[in-house]
């Protein structure tokens, strides 16, 4: 992600924070949005994505 080679990843905390941080991106969502899912994929609507304001 730092190398700008990736669009999107799924991590987990600490490196989450400290990746969108360093790369000034942004956090589509997080296990507190959707406590009742462990999220290992996400496919979401362009929509969705164009609000969040991804880099």
Avoid: H
């Avoid at 992600?1 to 905390?13: K, N, R």
């Amino acid at each position: 992600m730092q190398q700008g080679l990736l669009d999107a990843a799924v991590l987990w905390q600490p490196l989450l924070g400290e990746t969108a941080q360093a790369i000034k991106g942004n956090i589509i969502f997080t296990t507190q949005e959707v406590d009742t899912l462990v999220i290992d994929r996400l496919v979401s609507r362009s929509t969705i994505l164009a609000q969040r304001k991804l880099n």
